[in-house]
């Protein structure tokens, strides 16, 4: 996995190809567009994150903000984590079942959706699973998973 050292979004961006930064870009807009409220962004484990900041919730496994959605360059690919899809959500079947009526490859590990250019993502079902999930219920999720 690339990891930045940018301590910034605008950092990150900057280092990037022009052409990259562009699908970085257009992403962070989508999702910052459809966040829902009290997640903030911030640049965390090398890449761009959107999280609950520990002002608000401080009770997480590794004292480290509660992560909902990150986003990076990698070598050959782009990266979006979508750690609420990542949990028992259903959201993971739903994201498979959408790239399946779509015709598209889904390349996704447990949260890791990855692709290569923003035709390969389906931007609509993305920003959908983004928005559905508010602070309150992600926190609720995440301490139900803590409790197995």
Not at 8 to 37: F, G, Q
Not at 114 to 120: A, C, Q, W
């Amino acid at each position: 996995m690339v990891s930045s050292a940018a301590t910034t979004v605008d950092a990150y961006l900057a280092e990037l190809p022009p052409e990259r930064s562009a699908v970085i870009a257009k992403v962070r807009d989508m999702i910052n567009t459809h966040l829902p409220p009290g997640y903030v962004e911030r640049m965390n484990w090398g890449m761009i994150c959107w999280e609950i900041p520990l002002s608000r919730y401080s009770i997480t496994y590794n004292k480290q903000p509660l992560g909902y959605v990150a986003l990076a360059a990698q070598k050959n690919n782009y990266a979006l984590y979508l750690m609420n899809v990542g949990s028992d959500s259903g959201d993971e079947a739903g994201l498979r079942a959408a790239y399946a009526r779509a015709g598209k490859k889904l390349d996704m590990g447990k949260c890791c959706l990855r692709f290569k250019s923003l035709e390969r993502l389906l931007v609509d079902e993305i920003a959908s699973l983004i928005a559905g999930t508010p602070v309150d219920a992600y926190i609720a999720r995440y301490e139900a998973s803590r409790k197995k």
